[in-house]
Nanobody, 124 residues
């Protein structure tokens, strides 16, 4: 019953900026108890982790490919996670997904689910 809804993607020129959002809904869990992640996937390739944030937002981690350009944040009162993307490059083009840390899925629904993702295209 967990729902993950990503939004805010679009077409951006190289060097541009975009912020995408993830809304988490459902029952039987406290959103603010779990770390959240952003992933991205290019057609024909595996889904890769790009950013993580701890439950209270006190720590963040990034893939080397986005470090210094992307910022992950969260609003636990709204059950929302955000990814601010600056200095975008064509290689950032992908479908972006959010998902909780692994321990969430061991406790809650029994199997990991994914949202539809949001498409980010960086092209001139």
């Amino acid at each position: 019953q967990v729902q993950l809804v990503e939004s805010g993607g679009g077409l951006v020129q190289p060097g541009g900026s975009l912020t995408i959002s993830c809304a988490v809904s459902g029952s039987g869990f406290t959103f603010g108890f779990y770390a959240m992640n952003w992933y991205r996937q290019v057609p024909g390739k595996e889904r890769d982790l790009v950013a993580s944030i701890t439950s209270a937002g006190s720590r963040t981690d990034y893939a080397d490919s986005v470090k210094g350009r992307f910022t992950i944040s969260r609003d636990n009162a709204k059950n929302m996670v955000y990814l601010q993307m600056n200095s975008l490059k064509p290689e950032d083009t992908a479908v972006y997904y959010c998902n909780p840390e692994e321990i969430f899925w061991r406790r809650y629904p029994g199997v990991r689910v994914w949202g539809q993702g949001t498409q980010v295209t960086v092209s001139s």
